[in-house]
């Protein structure tokens, strides 16, 4: 006879508590335990619990590799469910077993976990392991299916409503709960304001504060206080919502014929454009891609895009300051200049701003973040079982991200969502925008290192989105160097990892639609490519989306310096604009109610927010991963303080010689402490 000692741990997850029994077996290489009913006093298992059991078996069962839990006699009517955190086994011979879990045993069928040490599918050498590899893949693939969203667009999660999705990629009842009452609230004070029904143009702009003002942060006032400032305009170039789209120019384009004329006074007395321009001081922002894209109807009334071009100018003091501004692609159309009349210089760099949204929205979040994510999601779960050692590594950076993307599909971005009655593209643009950005995405941009040098932004000072993402990137990607290193000795062993191979040609045909000319590899030859690859993915869904996602309402709640959409048509003169014309420009208010709530519900805290390197699902069970995670934690830890050192100098309240006061502001969209690791808002 022998006895081996169980416990099995619940998670923290509310309503995690069953009235209904739980079996468990264990399977070993000599044999099966019999199907044991694990007794406890009622309810079975509550929440946080760690509950102690005897498994008798008539024979030793050798190596315990398998165990079996299922949940008996369940109830038709059944409204509980038991969360495990995992099992942990001790034979007689005091040799301990830790079977991870960390899913909802809520179904009458049984659940079958493996002992936790990674491996990949080379280093299971029994028949019954690698059947249980391929099991658990089938299982899952017929559980998270592909659909196709729109054509020319990533593949997504084949259902209709977050009802439909698997209790295990839900949100936790403490974020699901904390979104809600954030929507419900949001919805309630506008309507009792009054801005969600108005359909007419603001009287007086000091009013949009009305519409955020019980939800200001320190940055949104910031905003409020110095949008029409050139220096701050320039300034969110590099540290607001969109800062991947700037880039150096060499030399001016041909269809934006920008003189030396039109900027001398800009410049100084002593310099000139092209001096500038070899200096590497003169940088260009290119919205080309929004050309000829289809306009959408807010409030029943056609909307205007354009595709605007913008030169700015690295100044003496370290300003980024706008130059010119023309507001189509063709050389045919004015250039607005600085020295233009007051509401013409406005109204130009309004039109950026709401390019910018355009392709913030569409292409740098949503495309670059969401979609994305949810094809590393989609790939890792359909192709990697539990006990692959990169399932492990993965998994808590895909946390949440099929629910928050099934609410985007149903609520945001469909035809009669948000995005398409209150934005200038409406959805069918949107659809446009994101088959364009998808035709011309390439790998080298995902990283940051060469997408930084592609730009030609390496040496620009104070460029704080490239520096602390840039030292977020090198601590993943040498945490993911070493986790790799442990699993993955020579080359051979990657070209035969077949899941791992699945994996990125899953992801290369559903997700970059296998498109050659993206870079991104159908397969992995060298052990080089995983590390590089893996460090994207992690990159992508925690610093990258929270980089572009986090400030959302501090950038935005000032409707007039991240306009939605546009009412009237770029000017085509100059010495037209006015306040007037201006109010009848940028939306009204029913608009910008509707996009300032979902901005600030996109910006809010959520709760049950897990940071970047933190792991409280222990899935690795082995100490040198464990290991490698403490030591990746510290490195994020020391980031951290850097950037909270740095962002000290930054807000002091006395004006710095030579620096603008509307500069003074903290960057802390990229402090690995306020990060999460995954895209789950």
């Not at 120019?249 to 039109?262: A, D, E, H, K, L």
């Not at 934005?423 to 643009?429: I, L, W």
């Not at 592609?454 to 993911?480: Q, T």
């Amino acid at each position: 006879m022998a006895i081996y000692r169980v416990q099995v741990v619940t998670g923290n997850a509310c309503s995690s508590g069953i009235f209904d029994s739980i079996s468990l077996t264990l399977v070993g290489t000599e044999g099966e335990s019999p199907k044991t009913i694990l007794e406890t006093q009622s309810p079975s298992f509550c929440q946080s619990l760690k509950t102690e059991f005897k498994i008798a078996s008539e024979r030793n069962l050798g190596e315990i590799i398998l165990l079996r839990l299922q949940r008996e006699d369940v109830r038709e009517d059944k409204q509980d469910s038991l969360y495990c955190d995992f099992v942990v086994v001790t034979s007689a011979e005091e040799v301990t077993y830790r079977f991870p879990c960390y899913q909802w045993i809520e179904h009458p069928w049984p659940i079958e976990l493996r002992e936790g040490t990674a491996k990949t599918p080379s280093m299971d050498h029994l028949p019954r392991l690698q059947q249980h590899r391929k099991e658990e893949l089938k299982q899952r693939q017929q559980i998270f299916r592909w659909k196709e969203f729109a054509p020319g667009v990533p593949c997504c999660l084949d259902v209709n409503s977050c009802e439909e999705l698997e209790t295990d990629v839900k949100f936790s009842c403490i974020k699901a709960a904390t979104f809600k009452k954030n929507a419900e609230r949001e919805a309630v004070e506008l309507k009792l304001r009054g801005f969600s029904d108005r359909q007419e143009s603001w009287e007086n702009l000091e009013d949009i504060k009305k519409v955020f003002w019980f939800n200001k942060t320190e940055m949104a006032e910031h905003v409020t206080e110095y949008w029409k400032r050139d220096e701050f305009f320039g300034y969110q170039f590099l540290h607001g919502l969109n800062p991947i789209i700037i880039q150096l120019c060499t030399q001016i384009p041909n269809n934006f014929p920008v003189t030396q004329t039109m900027v001398a006074g800009l410049l100084g007395d002593s310099t000139t454009l092209q001096e500038e321009l070899n200096k590497q001081r003169i940088f260009l922002v290119d919205y080309k891609i929004l050309e000829g894209l289809s306009a959408g109807l807010n409030n029943g009334r056609l909307q205007h895009i354009a595709a605007p071009l913008c030169l700015l100018h690295l100044s003496s003091e370290g300003h980024l300051m706008p130059l010119a501004i023309q507001l189509s692609q063709s050389s045919t159309s004015p250039i607005f200049l600085p020295s233009d009349p007051e509401w013409d210089w406005i109204l130009a760099k309004t039109w950026v701003r709401n390019s910018d949204f355009h392709i913030h929205q569409g292409l740098t979040h949503l495309l670059r973040t969401h979609l994305l994510a949810e094809v590393f999601t989609m790939a890792t779960l359909r192709q990697l079982p539990m006990c692959h050692p990169l399932y492990k590594l993965l998994i808590p950076h895909i946390r949440f991200t099929l629910h928050i993307n099934t609410l985007a599909r149903t609520r945001l971005i469909p035809k009669g969502g948000v995005f398409d009655e209150a934005t200038g593209t409406g959805f069918e643009g949107l659809v446009q925008l994101l088959q364009k950005g998808m035709a011309s995405i390439m790998y080298s941009s995902l990283c940051l290192p060469e997408d930084i040098k592609a730009r030609g932004m390496s040496s620009l000072p104070n460029y704080h989105y490239r520096d602390d993402g840039l030292k977020i990137w090198a601590a993943i990607e040498s945490f993911v160097s070493n986790m790799v290193d442990l699993y993955y000795k020579a080359d051979d062993s990657v070209q035969k990892d077949y899941e791992l191979q699945s994996w990125i040609y899953e992801i290369f045909q559903k997700g970059f639609l296998a498109l050659t000319s993206s870079g991104i590899p159908s397969s992995f030859s060298t052990v080089e490519e995983v590390k590089k690859f893996i460090t994207m993915v992690i990159y992508t869904c925690s610093a990258q989306h929270t980089a572009v996602n986090a400030g959302q309402f501090d950038f935005g709640a000032w409707m007039p310096n991240f306009p939605s959409a546009m009412r009237k048509p770029p000017p085509k003169t100059k010495g037209q604009a006015s306040l007037k014309s201006y109010k009848e420009t940028i939306p009204e208010i029913n608009t910008t109610a509707n996009i300032i709530s979902v901005l600030w519900l996109l910006s809010a805290p959520t709760g049950d927010r897990i940071p970047l390197g933190k792991y409280p699902d222990r899935h690795f069970t082995e100490k040198a991963p464990l290991e490698l995670i403490t030591t990746f934690q510290a490195h994020l830890h020391k980031i951290s303080n850097e950037i909270k050192e740095r962002n000290k100098s930054l807000v002091k309240k006395e004006p710095l010689t030579k620096q603008d006061p509307s500069l003074l502001v903290a960057y802390k969209y990229l402090d690995p402490a306020e990060m999460e690791n995954s895209v789950s808002i």
